[in-house]
């Protein structure tokens, strides 16, 4: 999950997910049954994002699924990720192109591909059953489902260099006003104290993003609000603190020198290095520490971007993507089959072998390695805890705007200010909302 995925959070609409989510575990789906029985000697296509972590999750997929199915193969193929991506699944499902199952996001942007009208429902299916109900809803249009998860979920938090915290004596913070207290030591030192990496322009979007769990906790209606055009991130008082955080880091020079040309990567390996202290990231990022710097992965830990109440630290949450089957599938058997497998032990335990897990999976039964991160142990309280996490707003509300990538950009460049910054995204998701016809919008 890596790329553009903060583009991709998607929700379905306000209201289906609750506010507080407790992902649990799940029973194995050993076997392979789903609707019908395939054709002996099938191949079937599974098309995924081209990020390094989706493709070894999907070839081991694919590898394990064919020695339990030894009469279908699975073709592994990829798309780009972002808008591109975005695009290319439109097309494909417009023209008939589609791969016979294929990884899309979740929420949001699933709602978006039409699913009643090119996905094949799985709502009755058997293996549904092993699917955590939290994600369920994310995949859900109107009164069927249609998705397995593909990988598991990660949040928008801050990952930081545990030695750097431990040499300087600090303590992981609960509030704002914590954190920049942090960072200014971690500054004195001579350390980065806050990596931004703006080459990859939708990095610059978790100051705001990632602090929606404090935006929940302050005001537990603001999804539905702002779903109605009741509530706007420049006239709301707790929605605007992202964009006022974003803007107070980047007055006080916590960012390193390079920001706007260091790119997601070298930020990976300025934060395993201690090069630089803390980065607002997606927790999807700990694969990459671990395939990039693998000595230093137990160096890394996590915390929740703070807010002003120390006694609502809560995480915000992602789900992963979905695997969906096209109706224009010719083999829609085996492509149950291969949705089963997903939705079972065996599923989660390949995925594992291919990609090193981000967070839990939503799978019944699956569960963690004994070898897992701190930082991906550090979520699992939050995640188990309804009180202590918020799914991101794109998952409680379909109002989302294409550009907030490039205003955060502006914002912590300094090219406009917080207030601007969060007026022009509340112009940014007028299009969106009106073309999905909200009530509150015309």
Request: some cysteine; aromatic content about 8%.
């Amino acid at each position: 999950m890596t790329g553009k995925l903060i583009r991709h959070w998607a929700p379905v609409a306000a209201g289906t997910v609750a506010l507080g989510i407790a992902l649990t575990g799940c029973t194995g789906f050993g076997g392979s049954s789903s609707g019908g029985s395939g054709s002996g000697g099938a191949t079937i296509s599974f098309l995924v994002n081209n990020s390094d972590t989706s493709v070894a999750a999907a070839k081991e997929l694919a590898k394990e699924f064919t020695a339990a199915n030894p009469d279908i193969k699975v073709d592994v193929q990829t798309r780009p990720q972002g808008s591109d991506g975005d695009n290319t699944i439109k097309t494909k499902l417009a023209t008939g192109d589609m791969a016979d199952v294929f990884e899309y996001n979740s929420g949001s942007l699933f709602q978006q591909i039409n699913p009643g009208q090119n996905l094949v429902a799985v709502t009755g299916q058997s293996y549904m059953s092993d699917v955590s109900d939290s994600f369920k809803p994310v995949v859900t249009a109107g009164k069927d489902v249609y998705g397995v998860p593909f990988g598991s979920g990660v949040a928008g938090a801050v990952l930081y260099n545990k030695k750097v915290y431990s040499k300087l004596g600090l303590s992981v913070p609960k509030t704002w006003a914590d954190f920049v207290s942090n960072s200014q030591k971690i500054k004195a030192s001579g350390t980065v104290p806050i990596i931004q990496s703006y080459k990859d322009t939708w990095t610059s979007q978790l100051f705001v993003l990632g602090d929606f769990a404090n935006v929940a906790k302050a005001e537990p209606n603001f999804a539905a609000d702002y779903t109605a055009n009741k509530a706007k991130y420049a006239t709301d008082p707790a929605a605007i603190k992202g964009f006022e955080h974003q803007e107070e880091a980047a007055k006080d020079a916590l960012f390193n020198k390079d920001f706007a040309s260091t790119t997601y990567n070298q930020a990976l390996d300025m934060l395993a290095n201690g090069d630089g202290a803390q980065y607002p990231i997606l927790t999807s990022a700990i694969a990459g520490i671990q395939a990039n710097d693998p000595d230093q992965i137990n160096d890394i830990g996590m915390f929740p971007l703070p807010g002003d109440d120390a006694s609502k630290n809560a995480l915000t949450i992602w789900f992963p993507s979905g695997v969906y089957i096209p109706k224009s599938s010719k083999h829609v058997a085996e492509a149950e089959k291969f949705q089963a497998f997903l939705a079972s032990k065996a599923g989660c335990d390949a995925q594992t072998k291919g990609s090193a897990p981000s967070g839990p999976y939503l799978v019944k039964d699956c569960t963690l390695p004994s070898n897992t991160p701190p930082a991906v142990q550090d979520m699992l309280p939050y995640f188990n805890d309804t009180a202590k996490n918020s799914p991101a707003l794109e998952f409680l509300s379909p109002v989302k705007g294409p550009n907030l990538e490039q205003i955060t950009v502006e914002v912590g460049t300094q090219q406009v200010s917080a207030q601007k910054g969060a007026s022009l995204y509340d112009e940014d998701v007028k299009k969106q909302a009106q073309q999905l016809n909200l009530p509150g919008w015309s």
